[in-house]
């Protein structure tokens, strides 16, 4: 049974420094890794998606990486800002079954003090 | 592109009513959408997946009489708890999988709080 831990739990840093959210999962047999944000209250955004042929996506200061057979992935933030500040979430999509559903991490919830 | 919406973004009722909640796809078509519950501060609980034409398929443990899911057309799914108890009150957020999007790429609405008093 697939199983996705993210690392840390909650992080807070000063603005300006450059972190690492983590996402491990246990099966390395997927189709595709997600991350989301979520601000307080509201819905989820999708950040960046890595098929599992990729290794790492970008979008401006975000940087994801994969690594399947270890069955890890990074989100990188460079020159963090206060409106970075939100709930990190991981993602997996299973390989096997086609019922679309997703693996869900507990997230990371980000402070960025100014 | 790839909207979703809710409606109401929020509701307050009394306890022993019935709250429909709608989850539309504004400008794409979705066979497929899901919703889910999410407590304070934690994690999103997949509760079902809504298809269009058929039965919703709901995750162990979620009643399904009494979180009513129909799926009526491919831009609108819509999630009714019944007979609501104060333990129902959480946030209920809804995402849309598009037909010609990518396998397992989900849209997220902004959520619904549901207080039940």
């Known amino acids: 049974k697939q199983e996705v831990t993210q690392i840390p739990a909650a992080l807070s840093v000063p603005e300006g420094e450059n972190l690492v959210l983590n996402c491990s999962f246990t099966d390395s047999a997927i189709y595709n890794l997600q991350w989301f944000r979520q601000d307080p209250g509201k819905g989820l955004t999708s950040l960046l998606l890595i098929q599992s042929s990729q290794r790492e996506q970008t979008s401006g200061r975000l940087n994801a990486s994969l690594d399947k057979s270890s069955g890890r992935s990074t989100l990188y933030i460079a020159a963090s800002q206060p409106g970075d500040s939100a709930t990190y979430l991981c993602a997996v999509a299973p390989n096997a079954g086609n019922n679309r559903k997703l693996i869900w991490g507990l997230g990371t919830s980000l402070a960025v003090n100014p | 592109g790839a909207v979703v919406s809710q409606h109401p973004s929020w509701v307050i009722c009394k306890s022993g009513t019935s709250v429909k909640i709608e989850c539309r796809s504004l400008?794409?078509?979705?066979?497929?959408m899901f919703w889910y519950r999410q407590f304070p501060k934690q994690s999103l609980m997949l509760m079902a997946t809504?298809?269009?034409?058929?039965?919703?398929?709901?995750e162990q443990g979620v009643e399904k009489d009494k979180f009513l899911i129909n799926h009526a057309s491919l831009t609108l799914s819509t999630l009714t708890v019944t007979s609501a108890h104060p333990e129902d009150s959480s946030f209920y957020i809804c995402?849309?999988?598009?037909?010609?999007?990518?396998?397992?790429?989900?849209?997220f609405g902004p959520g619904t709080r549901l207080t039940v008093t």
């Open positions: 400008d794409f078509q979705a066979t497929t």
């Open positions: 809504s298809n269009e034409g058929s039965k919703a398929t709901y």
């Open positions: 995402s849309a999988n598009p037909d010609r999007g990518l396998f397992y790429e989900q849209y």
